[in-house]
């Protein structure tokens, strides 16, 4: 039985592939066919459906569209690499995997620290942060995962303290 293709033959995709209309190439993308002419597309919204496709994420981890390397993020690929991202959406987002916690927890961004702290990392470090933003992410996370305080959580959870296990330097990872 031929595989069912809502939008087409592979002959009308393969026109459909250039079309002029960006909408329309993003429709091809999601159906994954012409991924590989597609992953150069000067439109960064196509970009992203073929990041969505997890076609060719080796590339896209460059791309010049903070969008792009979002949807790249949240694919899982290289959160090493991603980590490091010059825009703070991408940390975000590498944040939001759960990668690099024990780095992101001192992010110069508030939003990305939110981040952090909605993973249930650092909250010793980041009840005190600067932003209250952060500060409420915190005692939200306490109260919604049982914790009656900070001590309680500390000692359920020393894998995600901020502070070394040597307290007496009291040295930051």
């Not at 590498?94 to 992010?107: F, I, P, S, T």
Request: net charge negative.
């Amino acid at each position: 039985m031929a595989e069912f293709k809502p939008y087409g033959t592979d002959k009308e995709l393969d026109k459909l592939v250039d079309s002029e209309d960006y909408e329309v190439r993003i429709v091809v993308a999601e159906q994954g066919y012409g991924l590989d002419k597609l992953v150069d597309d000067e439109d960064w919204h196509v970009r992203v459906e073929v990041a969505k496709q997890g076609y060719s994420l080796d590339k896209l981890i460059d791309d010049e569209n903070v969008c792009v390397r979002v949807i790249v993020a949240r694919q899982g690929y290289r959160l090493d690499k991603l980590l490091d991202d010059k825009h703070y959406w991408v940390r975000m987002e590498v944040a939001r995997q759960g990668y690099g916690l024990d780095k992101l927890v001192n992010d110069e961004y508030w939003s990305v620290r939110y981040e952090v702290a909605e993973q249930g990392y650092g909250l010793d470090r980041l009840v005190n942060d600067e932003e209250w933003y952060v500060r409420e992410a915190v005692e939200e996370y306490l109260e919604n995962n049982k914790h009656k305080d900070m001590n309680e959580w500390k000692k359920d959870n020393p894998d995600k303290t901020y502070y070394k296990d040597d307290k007496s330097k009291g040295e930051e990872r």
